[in-house]
């Protein structure tokens, strides 16, 4: 830890892990990101569910896809791009899925807006760990209901029951009753993505953060000056 006298983990998880490889407990202090401005949108029976992120192997897209192809047919976009897309189409088509799956690019701004608005659910399937996710949080804010691997810091955003839904990891067929129960229960989507929106006004607020860290450091300059 050197001469650091306080480090500031964005997750209980990702502390944890710190404290595994050694570092002392005690110097850290979990702080939560924060989203700047107030995102406009809230829960809506839309007519897709939806990913957006990268399309990277360890994103779990390629698990999403092989759900997908258990759980009820419904539309589905995949916003995003990367080293795997042409996989993934291919993943769709030989799944018979192919005419359900649309595969939007990546997108910003407007456009960007304009497909999570138009959302029922969102997933995010990673198979590596995440700390605090950002993506997480921005669809939290807009309301929408998650279905999210249970790993990382995930669960601290995506709290099963309340906030979203969780689900093993890579793993298909427990993703797949996840999205059923999304995409057939427009109730309990309602009911998760206000939760998820209060959860994210609550504890990911810019100006509790600016506080939060304005005391930290202030304690800490107390600590360390001498008498």
């Known amino acids: 830890a050197g001469g650091v006298d306080r480090f500031i983990a964005p997750s209980e998880f990702v502390k944890a892990k710190f404290v595994e490889f ?10 939560p990101h924060f989203l700047a401005g107030k995102p406009a949108g809230s829960f809506g029976a839309g007519s897709y569910g939806l990913y957006a992120g990268t399309l990277m192997p360890f994103k779990g ?14 539309p589905f976009h995949v916003l995003g791009d990367g080293e795997s897309r ?12 192919a005419d359900r799956i649309r595969f939007c690019g990546f997108l910003k701004g407007e456009d960007l807006e304009r497909e999570i608005a138009g959302a029922r659910y969102a997933a995010i399937t990673s198979e590596c760990y995440e700390n605090f996710p950002y993506a997480a949080m921005e669809l939290m804010a807009r309301g929408k209901p998650l279905v999210a691997a249970d790993i990382g810091g995930l669960p601290e955003l995506v709290r099963d029951g309340e906030t979203g839904l969780l689900f093993p990891a890579g793993n298909a067929e427990a993703l797949a009753t996840q999205l059923e129960m999304l995409w057939t229960n427009p109730d309990l989507g309602e009911t998760l993505g206000t939760n998820a929106r209060k959860f994210i006004a609550e504890k990911c607020d810019a100006g509790k953060y600016g506080r939060d860290l304005t005391l930290l ?9 001498p008498g």
Request: proline share 7%; glycine share 6%.
């Open 217 to 225: 450091y202030e304690r800490e300059i107390r600590a360390a000056s």
């Open 86 to 97: 042409e996989s993934l189409e291919r993943l769709a088509r030989d799944l018979g899925i």
């Open 22 to 31: 050694g570092y002392p407990a005690a110097r850290f202090s979990v702080m």
């Open 61 to 74: 897209v390629g698990t999403l896809l092989r759900a997908l192809a258990m759980a009820p047919p419904h």
